[in-house]
């Protein structure tokens, strides 16, 4: 298997892809895009397209084991593995405002919150969901419930006490699934997309629902991972201070023991697709973090029947192999240590990865090389964003506030006389709120509290822009260039203040791209 590609497909209406039977009148939707309806799609374009389900190369194409059909995921994200912990009050990616995210993995015995020089030190909690490996962010699939009334086939009209409600991922999102397999079937793929293609997708369709674009994704869903296999495993044998083996599982997968009946937990023989040398370790991992997820389908026409569902291992599960006494340098595959493993590739079950570097380095600070091809206002804009996602708004901060702010960015001279105005205007007024507040109980404006940092938004405002100067990390040191990108920056900030306040609502960060 040498050539691959990526597809991406946008959703243009709400899209439910049902994550199993309905259990009573909730009916629930995936939030990545199974390789299977990949592969249906595709199938479905083939014979739109005039090409003959009988034929042998349709046969190659999507009932062979030559290629797999990999799981879409919202951006190209990735489930966090299921090692990830972050802090319980105020958790998530310190790119996203939170405290950080830290890994079990290599660690024994119980942690706290890590955040800041006095550490926060509360307990941590689970760390669901997906995220950028590229930007250490979090990457929300967004959904919502829709509320319907069966329609009475005899009446045609509703159906008395038959309500029912579905939970839609929204219209608008993005999501990358890649396929694998020989190069000449891939390449059939590649101009079966041609320029995209519409298509329908799940459940609800004569309602309108899961009408879906796709089409080719760019050259980016291959950028990571960025190190090899033999690189990653030497950043393992540093912070573990031993050869390890670690798997990580991509996207969901299926194993069987020799009676056929499924399997949840994984051997060192499973692990031989990936290149590795079996003898090398020891048979049972040492280490596990792991979870279940039950897998549903539908056989097609002329069965229509359910299948018997299965249990897969979730995403994200990781299995730490230990090495066999007297091996201090396992064999160790060329390449990129990513490939399939267990059942089902054909659907793009059992991608893994071998080495995983989120359990060595669970999250960076989002540097320039983390930026390559983004221009100045995106990452100033994103930035900004971040800020104001801490906790500003109209609703907390007065406009004079903000005017009076705005007012002493711009008539500093220098990035130092604009960084002491910010610092004074601030220290002023939290020295004025605090009296108020000692006044009358209450804590108003920049004294209160920040949604994910306990930090009132005046020492969260200074931290970000004065003392960590975050909105120019990576971008320019200082001086000249420094005011001009803090005043740009305060711009975007600034704006996405006014429209809220003239929407009367949170704006999405797309809205907040024009300039004064
Ligand atoms: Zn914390």
Redesign the pocket.
């Known amino acids: 298997m040498t050539g691959r590609t990526a597809l991406e497909i946008r959703l243009d209406s709400p899209t439910l892809i049902a994550a199993g039977p309905p259990s009573s009148n909730l009916v629930d939707t995936l939030t990545f895009i199974p390789g299977n309806t990949l592969r249906g799609v595709l199938a479905w374009r083939y014979i739109d397209e005039g090409g003959d389900a009988s034929s042998p190369e349709f046969k190659r194409l999507f009932l062979g084991d030559k290629l797999s059909f990999g799981f879409a995921f919202k951006d190209g994200a990735q489930a966090i593995p299921l090692s990830a912990r972050?802090?319980?009050?105020?958790?998530g990616f310190r790119a996203d405002g939170?405290?950080?995210v830290m890994d079990l993995l290599a660690s024994n015995g119980e942690l706290?919150?890590?955040?800041?020089d006095t550490?926060?030190?509360?307990p941590?909690d689970y760390c669901n969901g997906f995220y950028d490996p590229m930007r250490f962010r979090e990457v929300g699939v967004t959904r919502r419930l829709v509320t319907r009334t069966a329609i009475s086939r005899a009446r045609g009209s509703a159906d008395h006490g038959r309500l029912y409600t579905q939970r839609v991922m929204e219209e608008g999102q993005r999501f990358v699934g890649r396929i694998y397999g020989d190069e000449d079937l891939v390449a059939k793929i590649r101009k079966l997309v041609g320029d995209g293609f519409e298509v329908r997708i799940g459940k609800g369709v004569s309602r309108g629902m899961g009408w879906a674009r796709v089409s080719m994704a760019g050259e980016a869903a291959w950028a990571w991972p960025p190190a090899g296999a033999k690189e990653r495993f030497e950043a393992f044998k540093e912070k573990f201070g031993r050869p390890v083996l670690a798997v990580t599982l991509l996207c969901d997968a299926l194993f069987t023991d020799d009676y056929l009946r499924d399997r949840t937990s994984l051997t060192i023989k499973d692990l031989e697709p990936l290149g590795i040398k079996v003898s090398d370790w020891k048979e049972a991992p040492a280490n596990v973090f792991a979870a279940t997820r039950r897998v549903f389908g539908f056989d097609g026409e002329p069965i229509g029947l359910p299948r018997t569902p299965k249990t897969a291992l979730a995403a994200g599960s990781v299995f730490l192999f230990e090495a066999e006494k007297g091996v201090d340098n396992p064999c160790i595959p060329d390449g990129d240590g990513v490939g399939f493993i267990g059942e089902g590739r054909l659907e793009g079950y059992g991608r893994a990865m071998l080495w995983h570097p989120f359990h060595v380095e669970a999250e960076r600070e989002d540097v320039a090389e983390g930026l390559p091809g983004r221009d100045l206002d995106s990452i100033l804009a994103e930035r900004a964003g971040d800020l104001y996602a801490l906790g500003f708004g109209p609703s907390r901060i007065s406009s004079s506030q903000m005017a009076a702010l705005a007012e002493r960015i711009r008539r500093a001279k220098d990035l130092e006389e604009a960084e002491e105005n910010i610092c004074s205007f601030i220290d002023n007024q939290l020295g004025k709120l605090r009296k108020g507040a000692e006044r009358t109980g209450k804590k108003g404006s920049w004294l209160l509290e920040g949604r994910r940092?306990?930090e009132s938004l005046g020492d969260l405002f200074k931290d970000y822009v004065v003392k960590e100067k975050r909105y120019r990390r990576g971008l320019c040191a200082g001086g000249a260039e420094g005011l001009d990108l803090l005043r740009r920056f305060w711009r975007k900030f600034h704006n996405r203040y006014r429209i809220e306040a003239s929407f009367k609502e949170p704006v999405p960060m797309d809205c907040c791209k024009e300039e004064e």
């Open positions: 972050t802090c319980k009050y105020y958790g939170g405290h950080g706290r919150c890590e955040y800041e550490p926060c030190s509360k941590l940092r306990r």
